[in-house]
């Protein structure tokens, strides 16, 4: 169907014209434009609020106080210094007189007595002397020399060179004999044998067996 043109005219009016707010819309526009100022000035106050922190700093200082305690040891050293003295052996001789052929059992005894009395053990010499070698013959290894000690005073047989000379102990007849030579034989030399029980008592730069008269002393120091 075809409508009239001024009937379509209405209708467009009709569509762009506004309505008119009713006096409830009118109350409710006046409040919202009321509460805007208000709305806008709590956004201010709370924009432009500003917070301030107070920070307080609390510094602490801690002081540490060390006490250094030295310790001093004092360490005392004792040097104990332990001064050894070699005894001094007193000095032990034998000195008789011998006659030729004669055997005599007082020297034996003598002898005897002699040889038990040599109980140090740090003699420095002996010698071996008599009418035919007045200063005699020397042995001043300390080591021969207290060997032969040893050995006349024991009786134990012996032989060691000191100063160039062999020297011999041992038995012969019923005591101990000294000898460069040889134990119990008859050879020139230097031999002293008082307890062998016959005229062959040695001899002192001379003949051992059958010797001349004289005197024969052995010392030790």
Do not use: H
């Amino acid at each position: 169907m075809k409508i009239p043109q001024s009937v379509r005219v209405t209708v467009v009016r009709k569509r762009t014209l506004a309505r008119k707010p009713t006096k409830k819309q009118r109350l409710q526009r006046l409040q919202q434009q009321q509460q805007q100022p208000q709305q806008l000035q709590k956004q201010v106050t709370s924009t432009s609020s500003t917070t301030s922190t107070s920070s307080t700093s609390t510094t602490t200082t801690t002081t540490t106080t060390t006490t250094s305690t030295t310790s001093t040891t004092s360490t005392s050293s004792t040097s104990t210094t332990t001064t050894t003295t070699t005894p001094i052996c007193p000095s032990r001789i034998y000195s008789q007189s011998f006659v030729s052929g004669v055997y005599s059992a007082s020297l034996c005894s003598a002898w005897t007595s002699f040889v038990a009395s040599l109980t140090c053990s740090t003699y420095k010499s002996f010698t071996l002397s008599g009418t035919y070698n007045t200063n005699g013959i020397n042995a001043t290894n300390s080591v021969v020399v207290n060997a032969i000690a040893t050995a006349l005073r024991t009786s134990s047989a012996y032989s060691g060179t000191s100063n160039g000379v062999t020297w011999y102990v041992g038995t012969c007849g019923s005591g101990m004999e000294l000898a460069s030579t040889a134990v119990c034989a008859c050879a020139t030399g230097y031999s002293i044998r008082p307890c062998i029980g016959d005229l062959n008592w040695g001899g002192v730069n001379s003949a051992t067996c059958s010797a001349p008269s004289q005197v024969m002393t052995l010392s030790f120091q």
